[in-house]
């Protein structure tokens, strides 16, 4: 059974940083990109970052780039996610996801596995 789990979520002052984990079980995604979402309270879930299966190729919102940084460690089937300079509107849930390929990485219709979500809240 396939099961992501998130982690290192928490509240921040603005300008902190977080690291978010992403831990993957069940089969190896060594071969698959993987992305992150986040999702503001009575907002949709938008795209914040991806990453391709050697983690050569990074992919970015425009409103992270420059602040988050996406990784992957294929030897322990995890992803991360720093984020530093962190402000109040990157307040969210965020979610890792294992895309179906490399086409639609900046939508979530384009990812097949979803982890549970870690809130992280930045507090000005």
């Known amino acids: 059974q396939v099961q992501l789990v998130e982690s290192g979520g928490g509240l921040v002052q603005a300008g902190g940083s977080l690291r978010l984990s992403c831990a993957a079980s069940?089969?190896?995604?060594?071969?698959?990109?993987m992305g992150w979402f986040r999702q503001a309270q009575g907002l949709e879930r938008v795209f914040v970052a991806a990453?391709?299966?050697?983690?050569?190729?990074?992919y970015y919102a425009d409103s992270v780039k420059g602040r988050f940084t996406i990784s992957r460690d294929n030897a322990k089937n995890t992803v991360y996610l720093q984020m530093n300079s962190l402000k109040p509107e990157d307040t969210a849930v965020y979610y890792c996801a294992v895309a179906r390929d490399y086409l639609s990485i900046r939508q979530s219709s384009g990812y097949e596995y979803w982890g549970q979500g870690t809130q992280v809240t930045v507090s000005s």
């Open positions: 069940g089969r190896s995604f060594s071969s698959y990109y």
């Open positions: 990453i391709g299966w050697s983690g050569g190729s990074t």
